[in-house]
């Protein structure tokens, strides 16, 4: 079956901690994104990617890097520069087309990060 | 700075009625519309979407309402179940390019039978 893979699950970090979250995705979708979730915030982008080996910041992308090396996978390393990296993370993707992204996304089932 | 606002953030229903969830938006640019659903512990789902040349679009239960005069759009929820309840937010983007895709803050809703 054809999805977005994110692991872990659940990941707990030390302070000071870089993390890295992964994000595969099988659908042979070409943009892929991360998006950070918290209570009453809604989803806020933090990176997103159009094609291989190009990526774009989104409205929160401080403390965070990605890369794209490959079109299945943009993995999400949350560094010890973020001030507040608890969270729920989700990895998305969408086709191109050729009116431009529909703005449909396919999320993942996401990644818990809990830093103590 | 908030593009697009929904209200309310959260909603108790009884089963069996009427939920109804708001969204307005800012950018007249945007041109697509979708609303999507998200259990406890998992990704949101695209429910249901719009574009702003119709008025009202209704799969099964669920229905948005468009208002592109007023910038509005709302997700109703007929014959609320147990089961719809969720997280759910709306969101707007633009076609014509990579664009991303702006969501509202979410509202939990919750059926009780």
């Known amino acids: 079956d054809g999805g977005i893979t994110q692991s872990p699950k659940y990941l707990f970090r030390k302070e000071g901690q870089n993390v890295t979250l992964s994000c595969e995705q099988n659908l042979n979708h070409d943009a892929m994104y991360w998006y950070r979730q918290d209570p009453g915030q809604g989803l806020r982008l933090i990176y997103y990617?159009?094609?291989?080996?190009?990526?774009q910041k989104g409205d929160i992308a401080e403390g965070y890097s990605v890369s794209r090396e490959k079109k299945e996978s943009f993995p999400l390393t949350v560094t010890s520069a973020q001030k507040n990296p608890t969270a729920f993370y989700l990895c998305?993707?969408?086709?191109?087309?050729?009116?431009?992204?529909?703005?449909?996304?396919?999320f993942g089932e996401g990644s818990r990060l809990t830093v103590l | 700075q908030q593009q697009v606002k929904q209200s309310p953030q959260s909603l108790i229903v009884q089963k069996g009625g009427i939920s109804i969830i708001n969204c307005a938006y800012e950018?007249?640019?945007?041109?697509?519309f979708p609303w999507y659903q998200q259990f406890p512990g998992k990704g949101p789902a695209l429910l249901i979407a719009i574009r702003p040349d119709v008025s009202e679009k209704k799969e099964g239960r669920f229905t948005i309402s468009f208002n592109k005069s007023a910038k509005q759009f709302s997700l109703h929820i007929m014959d609320s179940q147990p089961g719809d309840s969720a997280t759910y937010f709306c969101a707007a983007s633009i076609s014509g390019g990579y664009q991303k895709v702006t969501f509202g803050i979410g509202t939990k809703l919750q059926v009780i039978p």
């Open positions: 950018n007249t640019a945007f041109d697509y």
């Open positions: 990617s159009q094609i291989v080996n190009d990526f």
């Open positions: 998305a993707s969408s086709l191109y087309t050729s009116g431009g992204i529909t703005g449909e996304l396919f």
